[in-house]
């Protein structure tokens, strides 16, 4: 994390004491979030971000007051303060009041904390595990992006302690859904699957998104399609997509290594790249008009 944040419209350093323990959003996870890239100073794909935030906020019941445009203003003052113009920024907003552990003297309904830290080196591929039962499709509240994020980092400390890097959770059905913080993907011949949200259960990722919506590769044909761990391992490609990690490569799931169409990922690639770098263009001439 870098030295600043962001807490409601105020810069502050990120060691100061900002919360107390009567703010029941920080004692239970009662919360949503966002991860959004920043590319040459610009928010990555923002309005997606406060769509998904804006919406998981309504189903969780937490207030979210911020405009898409006061949002964005003042995540970018963060980024100018912090000159993080190249990072990982997280934004959350946590509710306040509720139930009967709230403590007294609160101020506001809910917070907005922001803050900004160095881009992550990834590597060029991943080892996954498996995880069964790891997302429940039929819940009201999957594919829900929310501060209470405890399963995901056991998960990730296990598959760690055993060498992997990752999991891919499989859902009540034992089918593919996601990773704890990536969506999956798998090339098969022409077809490029992921897995539905309604069916897997899995969170619906802006990157994701961007991909089934946005990139046009010829000759590839990106579709969701719910699929099996045989069916996964068996694909010309795996790669998993997160807004931290773009595209990533799958080397091995479980220590099985998995065959590599090395020209069909590096055409969609291309295409997410071409696309995050006309997105920047565009916003910085936007910035240039409003001048």
């Known amino acids: ?26 004692l239970n996870g009662w919360g949503v979030f966002s ?7 610009v928010l990555f794909a923002f309005e997606r971000h406060y769509a998904r935030m804006k919406r998981d906020a309504s189903r969780m019941r937490v207030p979210f ?9 003042d995540l970018l003052r963060l ?12 934004v959350a907003v946590v509710r306040n009041r509720g139930g009967q552990f709230e403590g007294p003297a609160i101020e506001r309904d809910a917070d907005r904390i ?21 997302r429940y499709s039929a819940s009201p509240f999957a594919g ?23 999991v891919i959770l499989l859902n009540e059905r034992g089918l593919v859904s996601e990773c704890t913080s990536a969506n999956i993907f798998a090339i098969r011949g022409p077809e490029v699957w992921t897995p539905t949200l309604a069916g897997s259960g899995c969170l619906p990722g802006v990157t994701r998104a961007l991909l089934l919506e946005e990139i046009h590769v010829p000759g590839l044909q990106l579709i969701e399609r719910d699929f099996t761990p045989r069916e996964l391992e068996e694909a010309d490609q795996v790669f998993i997509t997160s807004t931290t ?6 080397d091995a799931v479980e220590g099985r290594k998995l065959r ?28 240039e008009v409003m001048r």
């Open 1 to 26: 994390m870098h030295t600043l944040l962001l807490h409601n419209s105020a810069i502050c350093a990120a060691g100061k004491s900002l919360i107390s323990p009567g703010q029941v959003g920080f």
């Open 35 to 41: 991860t959004i890239r920043v590319k040459d100073g």
């Open 65 to 73: 007051e911020a405009s898409a445009a006061e949002l964005e203003r």
């Open 79 to 90: 980024v100018e303060a912090n000159q993080a113009f190249n990072a990982t920024l997280r």
């Open 114 to 134: 922001a803050f900004t830290a160095d881009l992550t080196q990834w590597g060029s591929g991943v080892n996954l595990m498996y995880v069964a039962h790891g």
């Open 144 to 166: 829900t992006k929310v501060t209470s994020w405890l399963q995901n980092l056991c998960w990730n400390e296990e598959a760690h302690e055993r060498g992997f890097d990752e």
């Open 245 to 250: 990690r773009d595209l990533l490569p799958v």
């Open 260 to 287: 590599r169409n090395h020209t069909a990922f590096a055409r969609l690639l291309d295409a997410f790249h071409q696309y995050q770098s006309s997105y920047v263009a565009a916003r910085d001439n936007q910035k």
